[in-house]
C-alpha cells in the first residue's frame, strides 16, 4: 500500500510564495512518474506538473513560468515551490504517483490566495 502525504498549505497573499512537499511511504524510484494536480471549487482536478523517473518535468502551460517541481530521492519526497500566486490559484493541491497503470493519491493539502 502506498501512502501520500501532502504538507505546506496554507493561507498566502497575492504575490506570495508557497512550498508544498509530498512524502512517500514507498521509494519513489518505484513510481514511473509523480505529480501535483489541483482542484478548485467547482471545478475539475487538473493537472499542475509532474516529474517522471529520470526527472524530466511537465507542466501546465499556464504555470510553468511560476511553479517548480523538484524531487528528492534519497528522502522519498517531491515539492512544488509555487512563486508569484494568484487568487485563482487557491484549490486543494493534491499528490500523484504512478506504477504503470495504478495511480495513487495523496489526501490534499489546502492552498488560499487572498489578501
Known amino acids: 500500500q502506498v501512502q501520500l502525504v501532502e504538507s505546506g498549505g496554507g493561507l498566502v497573499q497575492p504575490g506570495g510564495s508557497l512550498g508544498l512537499s509530498c512524502a512517500s511511504s514507498r521509494n519513489i524510484f518505484d513510481f514511473n512518474v509523480m505529480g501535483w494536480y489541483r482542484q478548485a471549487p467547482g471545478k475539475q482536478r487538473e493537472l499542475v506538473a509532474t516529474i517522471n523517473v529520470g526527472g524530466v518535468t511537465n507542466y501546465a502551460d499556464a504555470l510553468k513560468d511560476r511553479f517548480t517541481i523538484s524531487r528528492d530521492n534519497i528522502k522519498n519526497t517531491v515539492y512544488l515551490q509555487m512563486n508569484s500566486l494568484k487568487p485563482e490559484d487557491t484549490a486543494v493541491y493534491y499528490c500523484?504517483?504512478?506504477?504503470?497503470?495504478?495511480?495513487?493519491w495523496g489526501q490534499g493539502t489546502q492552498v488560499t490566495v487572498s489578501s
Open positions: 500523484n504517483a504512478k506504477i504503470l497503470s495504478r495511480g495513487y
